[in-house]
C-alpha cells in the first residue's frame, strides 16, 4: 500500500498484520481521491476507525490543511503514527485512540465542522448508524460536510435518508462501496 499522489506520493505505508483492519486498495483510493480532487487542498478531514490511515494521510499529501485519526485498536494506532512519520505528515495530524463515539464527543466544541468526514467501520455491524445519528445534531458535521462511508457492496442505503441525510453518491466496486452523504433539510 501507497501514498497515490501529493507531497508524500510513492511512499509505502505500513498495515497491521490479520484481519482486524480492512486496508482500502489503492485502485479504489485512487478513484476516491479522483473524485475529490479539486476539494482537498486546505480541508479539513476526520478519518474515523482509521486502520492504518491510510486514507487520511492520502488527504493530507493532497493538502488539505488537518486530519483527525481516530482508532482504538494499539497496533493501529502505532502504524498510524509509523506512517504519519515516514510521509512527514505529523505536525498536521492528531491521533485519537478511542472508541469513534468517545472520540466525537471529546471533539465537540473544540473543532469547527470538518471538510470531510470517512469512515471505515467493520463491516456488516451497522457502527455507521450510531455514528450518523450522532453527527445528525453535531456542529461537527455542517451543511457543507460531506460524510463517505466505506461499506460492504451489498449494504443497504434506505436507512440514510430515513435519518434525514442526502444521499449525493454511491461508487461501488467489486467487493465494497463508497457512499457520500451530507446533511439534508433540517
Keep these: 500500500m501507497r501514498v497515490i499522489a501529493g507531497s508524500a506520493r510513492r511512499l509505502l505505508l505500513k498495515t497491521i498484520e ?5 486496508p482500502t486498495t489503492d485502485r479504489i483510493k485512487e478513484t476516491l481521491f479522483n473524485m475529490l480532487q479539486y476539494e482537498i487542498a486546505g480541508s479539513s478531514f476526520l478519518d474515523l476507525f482509521s486502520g492504518s490511515g491510510a486514507i487520511g494521510i492520502e488527504a493530507l499529501s ?3 490543511r488537518r486530519a483527525v485519526f481516530v482508532e482504538q ?3 493501529a ?3 498510524i503514527q509509523d506512517n504519519l512519520e515516514t510521509t512527514h505528515l505529523k505536525e498536521r495530524a492528531l491521533i485519537m485512540k478511542k ?3 468517545l472520540a466525537l ?3 465537540e466544541g473544540k473543532e469547527e465542522p470538518f471538510d470531510f468526514i470517512f469512515m471505515d467501520p467493520p463491516y456488516r455491524c451497522e457502527a455507521e448508524r450510531g455514528v450518523l445519528s450522532y453527527l445528525w445534531d453535531s456542529a461537527l458535521a455542517g451543511p457543507g460536510t460531506l460524510v463517505i462511508i466505506e461499506a460492504a457492496k451489498e449494504t443497504g442505503t434506505d436507512w440514510i435518508p430515513a435519518m434525514g441525510w442526502e444521499i449525493r453518491k454511491v ?3 467489486k467487493t465494497n462501496k463508497h457512499i457520500f452523504a451530507a446533511k439534508g433539510e433540517q
Design 105 to 107: 464527543k471529546e471533539l
Design 99 to 101: 472508541d469513534v463515539l
Design 62 to 64: 493532497r493538502g488539505a
Design 171 to 173: 461508487k461501488t466496486y
Design 73 to 75: 485498536n494499539p497496533l
Design 77 to 79: 494506532v502505532s502504524c
Design 18 to 22: 490479520g484481519m482486524d483492519t480492512r
